[in-house]
């Protein structure tokens, strides 16, 4: 079983829609996590952190389920510009805090 | 602007050629990776170093090499390159796992 799982996509959704990505975790003990966006044969770039409480930002808004080792990332009145692939991240402590990346899940968001 | 620099950009070499990697990041982070990335497909972690002087392998079994002389500076050298060895290479450096992974523009390398 992978460290990190994403939802298999690819998620194709018209412009102005609502999508929701899942992502599960397999060690309790990791602390900090994070949502990358990765755009066509580009390098990843953090699009945000998630938080215990949850967290957002403009359209877009993350949630940390601790008990059930799950987090979510929602965007809200998608655009063209969203069209990525979305990388959930989580640390691992008991390798030195090193990152564990998901697959990844494509979005691709239509006119 | 970028604070980690990767060169070159796109790197296209015969069989057998001898190639370093070069990766800078001017944030004085302890910590950098080095990853491989085919197009479509997930990041696999070569490479590691948490210092100076500190280096180990990563996840995925590489024929790579790799240096930490300076705390900015942490190239990656395949001493003899393969058509195998065709993938992108992507840089990283962090102070801290908690404040997650500033990432390279990347080395595009094909091996004819």
């Known amino acids: 079983r992978k460290e990190v799982e994403q939802d298999p996509g690819p998620f194709n959704v018209p412009e102005g829609a609502t999508v929701a990505f899942n992502c599960t975790y397999s060690n309790s003990a990791s602390q900090s996590f994070f949502w990358y966006r990765q755009d066509c044969r580009k390098e990843p770039k953090l699009l945000m952190s998630v938080y215990s409480s949850g967290n957002e930002d403009g359209r877009f808004t993350a949630q940390l389920n601790r008990a059930s080792q799950y987090i979510s990332l929602l965007i809200r009145d998608s655009k063209l510009s969203d069209s990525a692939t979305y990388l959930c991240?989580?640390?691992?402590?008991?390798?030195?805090?090193?990152?564990?990346f998901g697959q990844g899940t494509e979005l691709s968001v239509k006119p | 602007e970028a604070d980690i620099y990767q060169t070159p950009r796109y790197l296209v070499i015969g069989t057998g050629k001898k190639i370093t990697l070069e990766c800078s990041q001017t944030m004085g982070h302890d910590k950098m990776y080095w990853y491989q990335q085919d197009p479509g497909m997930e990041l696999h972690l070569i490479h590691y170093s948490y210092g100076v002087n500190s280096t180990e392998k990563g996840d995925l079994s590489s024929e790579s090499t790799v240096s930490r002389i300076r705390t900015e500076h942490f190239p990656l050298t395949l001493e003899s390159a393969r058509p195998s060895h065709t993938s992108q290479y992507l840089c990283a450096s962090t102070p801290d796992g908690n404040y997650g992974y500033t990432f390279g523009s990347g080395t595009r390398l094909t091996v004819v």
């Open positions: 991240v989580v640390n691992n402590v008991n390798q030195g805090g090193k990152l564990i």
